[in-house]
């Protein structure tokens, strides 16, 4: 295979823990920035910073706009840098998710990052995913190739593809930084036609840094340069301008006879 080039299009980050001093990300704004300097270095041109939104990390949507506010002063139109969440599911955020969906979906459209825990799948998933539709939210699944129930559970994540759960994997996964059994499923689920965007899920600028270059480069080499245009820069400029994602990948399985509203 020819060497890949890399997108023609900008590449977009969805997720990415880049404000300081909200969660378990950076924790100064001199960081915060050295982060984004990687990212623009790396070729990322968009970036939605996503703090944790959890019982352990009390969400701010007012200290999340400040924190953005600071970067995008210093950064001007180099970084194109807008604001959601990394969505825990609990009963007290699903409330106010309800009540006010744009504090927490990306960019204040209606696509909303989720985090499931890495003890424990919701019974009652299939029936969260039916109201975050019903209520007008296009749900991601954020990095399952990290997770060692949902990697066991191969056929319960098909089935909340086909019900309209987008799929979103982590950059470092693919490269290893993770694990083999992580970076095993990144490759089978993107070879399988189960993964619909890819970012960096970054918090720092050592251990989990940004940029999502080397990502593109092996998706190419297991894909082609189709697929990885589309994960790494078409899709994720489609979530960030709120508008239907672009590239559909091939059915897994199926459709089911009880087939939810699909967004993607």
């Known amino acids: 295979m020819a060497r890949a080039m890399l997108p023609a299009a900008p590449m977009v980050d969805i997720h990415c823990h880049l404000l300081a001093g909200l969660d378990d990300g950076p924790q100064t704004l001199e960081e915060s920035l050295q982060m984004a300097e990687m990212a623009i270095a790396d070729g990322t041109t968009h970036v939605i910073a996503t ?7 009390s969400f701010s949507s007012e200290a999340v706009t400040a924190a953005a506010g600071q970067l995008r002063q210093v950064l001007g139109e180099r970084l194109h840098v807008a604001t959601g969440c990394d969505f825990h599911l609990s009963p007290e955020n699903l409330q ?44 991601i699944l954020t990095h399952p190739e990290r997770n060692p129930l949902l990697r066991k559970a191969t056929a319960r994540l098909d089935d909340w593809i086909n019900r309209g759960c987008l799929i979103q994997i982590t950059a470092g996964a693919l490269l290893g930084r993770f694990g083999p059994e992580a970076e095993r499923a990144a490759v089978e689920w993107i070879r399988g036609g189960r993964v619909h965007l890819v970012a960096s899920d970054a ?41 239907p994602l672009p590239y559909r990948p091939e059915p897994v399985r199926p459709p089911q006879r009880r087939r939810l509203l699909s967004w993607f």
Request: with cysteine; proline share 10%; charged share 20%.
């Open 96 to 139: 106010n998710l309800f009540q006010q969906p744009q504090r927490f979906t990306l960019n204040a459209g209606s696509y909303l990052l989720l985090e499931l825990s890495d003890f424990a799948i919701p019974p009652s998933f299939e029936e969260t995913l039916y109201r975050l539709q019903q209520a007008g939210l296009r749900p």
């Open 203 to 243: 918090h720092n600028t050592t251990r989990r840094p940004p940029g999502l270059r080397s990502a593109y480069l092996q998706i190419a080499r297991l894909c082609d340069e189709r697929v990885a245009q589309a994960l790494v820069a078409d899709n994720p400029l489609a979530v960030y301008e709120d508008r």
């Open 51 to 57: 703090p944790h939104a959890s019982p352990r990390y």
